[in-house]
């Protein structure tokens, strides 16, 4: 059986008990970074047999992953943060598991992505999480533009490196948009930090943001979308 297992994203005391029975029951842990995931095992007094599965290795480990499965033995998949297969591995093995009919599970639990978009306030009826913002200015922009056009909310991540350069190029394509930037997510200094794209980027040019960022866009009114002639239901 392959667990897919959420772990925090921060507060170590989020993660759920049902995700600590799996990892210390089961014959194998296989984590994005082992030392990482090993300072998260140790706090919990779990032991347990550790393999690496990041991208630089997913094909090959992905076969022997299924091989191991294959003889029935259990496996459980983390990440550094949150749920596996969201902008970090685990959609290719999960995938292997399907084609062969090999059992699996996912186990849920903290994910950056909801918490940012619940904690901006904005409407979380229909949202679009594009993963992160690509790094050449060209296609961070179009993805930008994209979601000027979106009457979703959509949901980015960002590096803090970066930060300030997709609000410079989102003064000039999401003017009429508020914008959260949600920043340490359940740590002790997170911050959900709401304005307009020229406000944020004067802040953030005087208090340069360290941590990992998701970045919020709200959605466009009923009454925007009616001057862009938009189609909207709401």
């Keep these: 059986?392959?667990?897919?297992?959420?772990?925090?994203?921060?507060?170590?005391?989020?993660?759920?008990?049902?995700?600590?029975?799996?990892?210390?029951?089961?014959?194998?842990?296989?984590?994005?970074?082992?030392?990482?995931?090993?300072?998260?095992?140790?706090?919990?007094?779990?032991?347990?047999?550790?393999?690496?599965?990041?991208?630089?290795?997913?094909?090959?480990?992905?076969?022997?992953?299924?091989?191991?499965?294959?003889?029935?033995?259990?496996?459980?998949?983390?990440?550094?943060?949150?749920?596996?297969?969201?902008?970090?591995?685990?959609?290719?093995?999960?995938?292997?598991?399907?084609?062969?009919?090999?059992?699996?599970?996912?186990?849920?639990?903290?994910?950056?992505?909801?918490?940012?978009?619940?904690?901006?306030?904005?409407?979380?009826s229909q949202f679009f999480f594009g993963g992160f913002l690509p790094v050449k200015s060209g296609q961070r922009e179009r993805e930008l533009t994209h979601a000027a056009e979106r009457q979703e909310t959509t949901v980015f991540f960002e590096s803090p490196h970066r930060l300030l350069k997709t609000l410079d190029a989102s003064t000039r394509i999401l003017s009429d948009r508020k914008i959260c930037v949600a920043r340490e997510l359940t740590k002790q200094f997170e911050e959900y930090r709401i304005g307009d794209a020229a406000t944020l980027f004067t802040h953030y040019s005087a208090h340069p943001p360290k941590g990992e960022i998701a970045l919020v866009i709200d959605c466009v009114s009923s009454k925007r979308c009616k001057e862009l002639g938009l189609n909207s239901n709401r």
């Excluded at 090959?60 to 990440?79: C, Q, V």
């Design 1 to 124: 059986m392959l667990y897919l297992v959420a772990t925090p994203i921060g507060n170590l005391g989020d993660i759920s008990g049902r995700a600590l029975e799996i990892l210390r029951t089961v014959d194998l842990i296989a984590a994005e970074d082992t030392r990482h995931s090993g300072n998260l095992l140790k706090h919990f007094e779990i032991k347990a047999r550790l393999t690496s599965y990041h991208q630089h290795n997913e094909a090959r480990r992905t076969a022997e992953l299924i091989e191991e499965l294959g003889a029935g033995r259990s496996i459980a998949l983390i990440t550094d943060a949150g749920m596996p297969g969201v902008s970090d591995p685990g959609h290719r093995l999960l995938r292997a598991c399907i084609e062969r009919g090999l059992p699996y599970s996912v186990i849920p639990g903290p994910s950056a992505v909801l918490t940012a978009l619940i904690g901006s306030g904005f409407d979380s």
